[in-house]
């Protein structure tokens, strides 16, 4: 992957790489995680690079490498120790600079490794310095991967990709907005959430053993949460649920769906640019009653963790019409300022 992939698009920049190990493969990628040694750092032979897993001290030097990322909606400053604590940071360095960085770690049943957060230096972008990290990492946290899976929303980039050796995985619709945390109080109010359930782990569990809600909830086969794309896979659904409140408004009953039910998910991040939530949407956004009664509880469940400056970020299925969304956002005064295509594309490694 060229370093000029890693801001094509929002908040995560997330690059996942797939391979096959066996349960001592997994146990052993496990174990090499803590053998990693933090104060002493692998030499690249490249450059005279060096490379090193990153600890909570690091945190200054992470968010120097790049600063107000993706206009002020980088999360990272924010979130840098919580992250820490579920993921392993990789660092490379040109004598005591860091030069760049990335969040790394293994889902998928452990055939893929998620690389997030991912950024270089201004002054290193082109280099290779990326290219190098991410070969640093893929040595340490696994042997098998063979392609990677990661999301970009430049059509032109993605043209390009396609030509070569990457070839489109699925795809979804994303549409941004803008509002101040006064204005949707004011508007929001009470909404009877009776008819919604919380989505647990034990309703995911469910759900994914039923082929026929699967197929309807997530026809690309993979199921994109807060921009990561996960595999339809039981033991992804600890980080499906992490940091997210999801509800459904219907429960699916052995091999039977029905055809309203609609999946939602919100993730919170305080940023730079304010409070920024991404509203993920499984189901059809063409129901106003039913996309009507998401919106207005996840709003207003979520309500307490906002700023006074909010962005949002809804994402769906494509190929949906788009005009009963904007019809209940504009309602709680939303204003739209951009809407584009997510591409998960899949690259040999």
């Given at each position: 992957m060229a370093d000029e992939e890693i801001n094509c698009w929002k908040p995560a920049a997330d690059d996942i790489h797939f391979g096959k190990p066996t349960t001592d493969e997994i146990n052993l990628m496990k174990s090499k995680r803590k053998e990693l040694d933090v104060k002493k750092p692998m030499t690249d032979d490249l450059a005279g690079i060096t490379f090193r897993t990153t600890t909570a001290e690091d945190y200054d030097d992470v968010i120097s490498v790049r600063r107000h990322l993706y206009d002020g909606a980088d999360y990272i400053p924010y979130r840098y120790y919580e992250l820490l604590e579920h993921n392993t940071g990789f660092a490379g360095f040109i004598d005591s600079t860091m030069v760049c960085f990335m969040f790394a770690t293994v889902i998928d049943d452990g055939e893929s490794i998620l690389l997030r957060s991912i950024r270089v230096r201004d002054e290193y972008e082109g280099k290779g310095v990326y290219t190098r990290l991410r070969a640093f990492c893929m040595k340490n946290l696994s042997h098998t991967a063979n392609k990677a899976v990661f999301l970009i929303s430049s059509p032109t980039h993605f043209e390009q990709l396609c030509r070569g050796s990457a070839k489109l995985v699925f795809s979804r619709h994303t549409m941004m907005f803008g509002n101040t945390t006064k204005s949707l109080r004011g508007l929001l109010g009470l909404r009877d959430e009776s008819f919604l359930q919380r989505v647990d782990s034990s309703f995911l569990g469910e759900l994914l053993r039923n082929r026929t809600a699967t197929q309807y909830l997530f026809p690309e086969n993979r199921v994109l949460i807060n921009w990561i794309p996960y595999q339809l896979?039981?033991?992804?659904?600890?980080?499906?649920?992490?940091?997210?409140?999801?509800?459904?408004?219907?429960?699916?009953?052995?091999?039977?769906?029905?055809?309203?039910?609609?999946?939602?998910?919100?993730?919170?991040?305080?940023c730079e640019a304010g409070t920024v939530v991404t509203l993920d949407l499984f189901g059809d956004v063409c129901d106003e009653e039913m996309i009507t009664g998401h919106i207005y509880i996840q709003l207003q469940k979520a309500l307490d963790r906002f700023g006074d400056i909010l962005v949002l970020y809804i994402i769906f299925q494509e190929h949906q019409d788009t005009k009963t969304v904007l019809h209940v956002l504009s309602k709680l005064g939303w204003s739209k300022v951009d809407n584009y295509a997510v591409y998960g594309v899949e690259k040999s490694i």
């Amino acid at each position: 992957m060229a370093d000029e992939e890693i801001n094509c698009w929002k908040p995560a920049a997330d690059d996942i790489h797939f391979g096959k190990p066996t349960t001592d493969e997994i146990n052993l990628m496990k174990s090499k995680r803590k053998e990693l040694d933090v104060k002493k750092p692998m030499t690249d032979d490249l450059a005279g690079i060096t490379f090193r897993t990153t600890t909570a001290e690091d945190y200054d030097d992470v968010i120097s490498v790049r600063r107000h990322l993706y206009d002020g909606a980088d999360y990272i400053p924010y979130r840098y120790y919580e992250l820490l604590e579920h993921n392993t940071g990789f660092a490379g360095f040109i004598d005591s600079t860091m030069v760049c960085f990335m969040f790394a770690t293994v889902i998928d049943d452990g055939e893929s490794i998620l690389l997030r957060s991912i950024r270089v230096r201004d002054e290193y972008e082109g280099k290779g310095v990326y290219t190098r990290l991410r070969a640093f990492c893929m040595k340490n946290l696994s042997h098998t991967a063979n392609k990677a899976v990661f999301l970009i929303s430049s059509p032109t980039h993605f043209e390009q990709l396609c030509r070569g050796s990457a070839k489109l995985v699925f795809s979804r619709h994303t549409m941004m907005f803008g509002n101040t945390t006064k204005s949707l109080r004011g508007l929001l109010g009470l909404r009877d959430e009776s008819f919604l359930q919380r989505v647990d782990s034990s309703f995911l569990g469910e759900l994914l053993r039923n082929r026929t809600a699967t197929q309807y909830l997530f026809p690309e086969n993979r199921v994109l949460i807060n921009w990561i794309p996960y595999q339809l896979v039981p033991s992804n659904i600890e980080w499906m649920l992490r940091g997210t409140e999801v509800f459904s408004n219907a429960v699916p009953k052995q091999d039977k769906i029905k055809s309203e039910m609609m999946i939602s998910a919100i993730n919170v991040d305080q940023c730079e640019a304010g409070t920024v939530v991404t509203l993920d949407l499984f189901g059809d956004v063409c129901d106003e009653e039913m996309i009507t009664g998401h919106i207005y509880i996840q709003l207003q469940k979520a309500l307490d963790r906002f700023g006074d400056i909010l962005v949002l970020y809804i994402i769906f299925q494509e190929h949906q019409d788009t005009k009963t969304v904007l019809h209940v956002l504009s309602k709680l005064g939303w204003s739209k300022v951009d809407n584009y295509a997510v591409y998960g594309v899949e690259k040999s490694i």
